[in-house]
């Protein structure tokens, strides 16, 4: 009975040991085959990028094959080409980059050149050929620019130099020599354009000066001195007596472009707008003006009418009842000019008188762009 329990156990134990080994050679196995499976997908994606790393190469697609090649990974088949590869084709990539600076050299599209290698640089960081290359164009391009502005400033383009350097180069910050001629030009510029607003003012044109200093800001959106000229223009630019309500008046009359030009007694012709006639005819020619103590001066031009008899009369002007000016006229007397200083003055009258014993009949006198300054 012994000898039967004792053969029992021994079987049992034989058989355990044999299932405890089968089932370890299948855990064996089975991690055998994932190790398998995954070199498998490990050398399909090397063979993938590889592909098209080549396809990238033949295409002159060299950066986007450097990329691929990169992906191939060591132990595959084909990591040693791949390396081969990543020489070659930057070596192919940089020959390239080069060619095309080059191309764009010759065509004086120097930005476009600094772009392509500063993207290069960024790729290819420790290249010194690359770096080397970067600093010849940016220097080709600052002299590029100073021959180009010198060429344009000689020829009196202020305007032409300025904005290639800000507008079409965009470089003022770039270079130091550039800089320092886009101040010079800059100077220039606006010093004359300030002298033309000058002398458009001195000739009675404020309209036009403005102009002029307004357009001159196109160019120079934030130059101080312009705007402070243009502005202290606008400030003193003269008020026409035509923009001004005539509170009372008598015998006196606006001349506009329906009435035409008017003439005086010599022949000279008057254009209509900022055009008045006054006149004396059994009564006084008479025009009261607030102006409110705002302007300093009054100006203008007084001519006697060909509608003048030959008697003579006198054109009176005051200041708040105070008489400024007082001057005789007849047929014979040539144009005058007014420039009169009203300062604090509140109310303006303008009148015409007649002179006893000169004669007979109405006495009419042009009062020709009077205006006003501040």
Known sequence: MKKLIAGLISLTLTFSMVSCSDSS???????EAGNNQEETVVDSASETAFSKGEQYFNDGDYASAIKSYEQVAEGSPNYETAQER???????????????VAEYAKKSEY???????EEAIEKMPDDNDLKTKL????KERCDYILEETNEMVLNDDYVGAIDFITKKEQCADTYPEVA??????????????????DGMVKDGDYDGAIEELGNALTTLPSNEELTKKKKELEDSKPVPLSDFKITNSEHFEQITVDDGAAEDSIGNVYAPGNLYKSWEDNGNGLAEIYVGKEYT???GICATSD??????GRLEIYADDKMIYSQKFNRKSTPFNIDLD???CEWLKIQVTFVKDTGYGPVTILLSNFSLYK
Do not use: F, P, W
């Not at 509608?307 to 003579?312: D, K, M, P």
């Open 342 to 344: 009203i300062t604090n």
């Open 135 to 138: 600093e010849e164009i940016n």
């Open 307 to 312: 509608e003048c008899t030959e008697a003579t």
């Open 25 to 31: 050679g299948n855990n064996n196995n089975n991690q």
């Open 111 to 117: 930005k476009n050149a600094i772009s392509v290698l």
């Open 86 to 100: 990543i020489q070659q084709a930057n070596e192919e990539y940089k020959n390239k980059i080069i060619d095309d």
């Open 297 to 299: 001066k009054l100006s």
């Open 180 to 197: 320092e001629k886009l101040e010079e030009y800059t100077a220039a510029y606006v010093k004359k354009e300030i002298e033309s607003a």
